[in-house]
C-alpha cells in the first residue's frame, strides 16, 4: 500500500507541475505575434495634389458670382478660345454668342426679381466645352 500512496503522489506532482507550466506559458504561446509580411506592412504613396493640366476653356471676367443687382439689365463680360460658341441661359432667356479673335465675348441679360440661376457653357471648334453656374440677385430694395 505504500508502494500505491507514493506512485500517487508521484503521479499527481508530475501531472500538476505539468499543468502549472501549462498555465504559465500557454497565455504566451498565444499571444506570440507573427510578422506581417513586408507586401502587407507598406503603406501605399498618397497620390500627390494632380494641377489642372489644361487651360480653363471658359472664364467669366465680370460680374462676380452671387453679385446683388439692383438693375435688372447686366452685362456679362467672359473669355473662352477664339470662335467658339456660348451659351448663356438664364430664367428669361437663352441665347447663342461667339467670340470673337481674341476669345472674348459679351451677353446681355436680363434679371428677375431674386435669384437668377445663369447656366454658361463654351463650346469650341474640337467639340470639347466647359460649364460654368453663376448665381445673381436682382433686388428693387434700397441695400
Known sequence: MKKDVILALVAGFIIGSGIAILAVKLPVMLS???APKEETNKTPPLPSAVTNL???LLT???PRDQTIFNE???TLLGKTKPSAAIVVESPLTSNVYEADKNGSFSAKLKLTEG???VYITAIDE???SESKTLTFFY???KL
Do not use: A, F, H, R
Request: proline fraction near 5%; aromatic fraction near 0%; avoid cysteine.
Open 32 to 34: 506570440t505575434k507573427v
Open 54 to 56: 489644361k487651360d480653363s
Open 60 to 62: 467669366i471676367n465680370q
Open 72 to 74: 435688372d439689365g447686366i
Open 115 to 117: 435669384g437668377n440661376p
Open 126 to 128: 474640337t467639340g470639347e
Open 139 to 141: 433686388s428693387t430694395e
